[in-house]
């Protein structure tokens, strides 16, 4: 695969000022022959939900920013994707989650892992450091409770074109994403590997504020 066209997607609801940090992670990416589209979702007919200001200076024709109605994760995400109007031209499709921390080279060792074999349809990774709250924890965190199907973090998935087409034909929406996501691959026979990228990702694990906490609206 030579320089494959990567489409970066993050579904975002209710975190600003980490879909901010997010998109910072993308543009921050050594690997840079991509776009990074985002969907961003809020309630029925709620305020306050125009974040352009908080953004609007990060912006390039790499960003590609959308509005909808928060819906189930799985159509969030595939809306984030299919509203790019060449979306079936890109070689491959990156969650980024927008919570999440993406360390530079992220990209290139999910492109590094499909050249080096062209059998595989979807990559994901174990993660070796988790941001709680402030305190950083070592380990090695693997899956969300997936082991028999052998998937890592589902923040981690990559995958192409055959895998993205795979879960367009979900219409039970019985769990989360990634387990949606799985099943449908797992189902299809495809075949999944594991991409070296855990120490270039941090999970974050957020909570309340310690010192306006009580400022907390909802």
Wanted: aromatic share 12%.
């Amino acid at each position: 695969m030579n320089q494959p066209k990567i489409l970066c997607f993050t579904s975002s609801y209710h975190r600003p000022k980490m879909l901010r940090s997010c998109i910072e992670d993308v543009k921050n990416q050594s690997y840079q022959n991509l776009i990074h589209t985002i969907n961003i979702t809020h309630d029925p007919n709620e305020q306050g939900c125009d974040y352009s200001c908080l953004i609007s200076d990060l912006l390039t024709e790499k960003q590609i920013i959308k509005d909808t109605v928060n819906q189930h994760t799985h159509l969030n995400n595939l809306y984030a994707i299919m509203s790019v109007p060449d979306y079936l031209s890109y070689d491959l499709f990156v969650k980024f989650d927008d919570d999440d921390i993406y360390l530079k080279n992220y990209l290139q060792e999910i492109v590094d892992t499909f050249e080096g074999n062209d059998k595989i349809d979807i990559v994901s990774s174990y993660i070796r450091n988790q941001l709680n709250g402030h305190t950083l924890y070592p380990g090695l965190y693997d899956n969300l409770g997936n082991e028999k199907l052998n998937y890592h973090m589902p923040m981690t998935y990559a995958f192409n074109k055959k895998a993205l087409l795979a879960i367009t034909k979900i219409t039970n929406l019985w769990h989360f994403d990634d387990v949606l996501w799985r099943e449908e691959w797992n189902k299809a026979g495809l075949i999944n590997e594991t991409v070296s990228n855990s120490r270039n990702i941090i999970w974050y694990i957020h909570g309340k504020n310690v010192s306006t906490g009580n400022f907390l609206k909802q």
